[in-house]
């Protein structure tokens, strides 16, 4: 069974301030996403990475595959109240049609 | 466009209750997945689909049943309610492949079991 594990749980930070939000596996995945959800909202896809090393830049958003692509790394620089929310990773193994998500990292940015 | 759509956004069922969760695309998607999302378990996936007639298990089936006989709709059938089976139920759609597309979801059906 894939397991994908994300830290932190929760976050709580000053507007302004720069986080990490890290997701780890011992499974190799083809690809791998990041959504972030709000209250009552399905989520919503950010980034798609699926090349060991990959880093995308979405704004102030950097998204990082890791070289073995069993990991994958969020950054966010100078948070703004806006980015509060559920964020999530998801990954599919090579030769599967399942999509598994992380157990999420809720994010709370303060003004 | 619509995207994904899910009806009802809320329920509330008696133990032992049948019910049909219904979920439509009108993105021409391939994939089709149910998910559930419980306080702090994140979203685990119940069924998908990779195409019409086509439908496999994924984490936790046991008490769902779904059926893919057309590319838009990918209902998800609860058997027999049990309040285990309180929670947010999230439909998605994607084209698929190893690309990695994403998914698009649906706004959720807020399920209570009494």
């Known amino acids: 069974t894939q397991l994908l594990e994300q830290s932190p749980q929760f976050l709580s930070i000053q507007e302004g301030e720069n986080l990490t939000v890290y997701c780890n596996s011992s499974?190799?995945?083809?690809?791998l996403q990041w959504y972030r959800q709000e209250p009552g909202e399905g989520p919503v896809l950010l980034v798609t990475?699926?090349?060991?090393?990959e880093v995308k830049k979405l704004k102030r958003l950097t998204f990082q595959f890791g070289d073995a692509r069993k990991d994958s790394s969020l950054h966010i620089t100078a948070a703004q109240p806006g980015d509060t929310g559920l964020y999530l990773c998801?990954?599919?193994?090579?030769?599967?049609?399942?999509?598994?998500f992380g157990t999420g990292t809720r994010l709370k940015v303060l003004a | 466009n619509a995207g994904v759509t899910q009806t009802p956004k809320f329920q509330v069922l008696k133990t032992g209750q049948s019910m049909t969760l219904q979920c439509a695309q009108d993105?021409?998607?391939?994939?089709m997945s149910w998910y559930r999302q419980d306080p702090g378990m994140g979203l685990r996936l119940i069924h998908y689909?990779?195409?019409?007639?086509?439908?496999d298990q994924g984490e936790v089936p046991n008490g769902y049943n779904v059926s893919r006989s057309t590319t838009e709709d990918f209902p998800l059938r609860l058997l027999s309610a049990a309040p285990s089976q309180t929670s947010v139920y999230f439909c998605?759609?994607?084209?698929?492949?190893?690309?990695?597309?994403?998914?698009?979801f649906g706004s959720g059906t807020r399920l209570t079991v009494v």
């Open positions: 499974s190799v995945f083809s690809s």
């Open positions: 993105m021409n998607h391939e994939y």
């Open positions: 990475v699926v090349t060991g090393g």
């Open positions: 689909s990779v195409g019409a007639g086509i439908t």
């Open positions: 998801a990954g599919k193994a090579s030769g599967t049609y399942k999509y598994i």
């Open positions: 998605a759609s994607s084209l698929g492949g190893d690309m990695g597309y994403g998914y698009t």
